[in-house]
Every structure is written in structure tokens, then in C-alpha cells.
Nanobody
């Protein structure tokens, strides 16, 4: 089982990034997918959730209207489109797979927002 995130980087406030997380080793379409983030010295917090067939999404209040979670089950990939980034969005972003048969974490990708 593997979850591999990509797309992180360093941007200025107001810019955008799109994170990707590609899964292997399990039936991706059967799993709810989530993005978490962890800032230095803080706990890992849930950012967004998408149901297995993308018919339901949820976001933490601080990213509503700026972030969009989506998935492509044909590519075993979940995305996090992040617009209007703020310095407080700086964190390591992790994808997470939640299913009846298991729970899996990716290794994380760093997002830094700074002027």
C-alpha cells in the first residue's frame, strides 16, 4: 500500500498550488479520502474530505471557498486545489485513505506560503 503526495512548494500569499496524492495497493474507489495538514509545533488537522465516489465533500472553515478537494478514481488520485493561499496555510500536507479494510497515510508534502 502506498500513498504518494506531490505538488507542494513555496509560493507567495494569494498564489495557488494543486496537491496530488496517488494511491496503489488497495481499491482506491472504495475509500474515503482526506487531506490533513500539520504546521510546525501543532497537531495534525483535518482540512478536507471526499467520499469514495465524490458525491460528498467537506472542508474545515478556514479553507472553505479557497480549497477544493476532488478525485479521479480512474487514476487512483485525489487532489487538493489551493487558491488564495495565506501564510497560515504553511504546513506539511498529508493525504489519508479511510476504508473498511484499512487506513493509510502518505508521507506528506511541504507547502510554504511566504512573501
Amino acid at each position: 500500500v502506498q500513498l504518494v503526495e506531490s505538488g507542494g512548494g513555496s509560493v507567495k500569499p494569494g498564489e495557488s498550488l494543486r496537491l496530488s496524492c496517488t494511491a496503489s495497493g488497495f481499491t482506491f474507489s472504495s475509500y474515503e479520502m482526506r487531506w490533513f495538514r500539520q504546521a510546525p509545533g501543532k497537531e495534525r488537522d483535518l482540512v478536507a474530505t471526499i467520499s469514495s465516489f465524490a458525491d460528498n465533500t467537506n472542508y474545515v472553515d478556514s479553507v472553505k471557498g479557497r480549497f477544493t478537494i476532488s478525485r479521479d478514481n480512474s487514476k487512483n488520485t485525489v487532489y487538493l486545489q489551493m487558491n488564495s493561499l495565506k501564510p497560515e496555510d504553511t504546513a506539511v500536507y498529508y493525504c489519508y485513505a479511510l476504508g473498511v479494510k484499512g487506513r493509510y497515510w502518505g508521507q506528506g508534502t511541504q507547502v510554504t506560503v511566504s512573501s
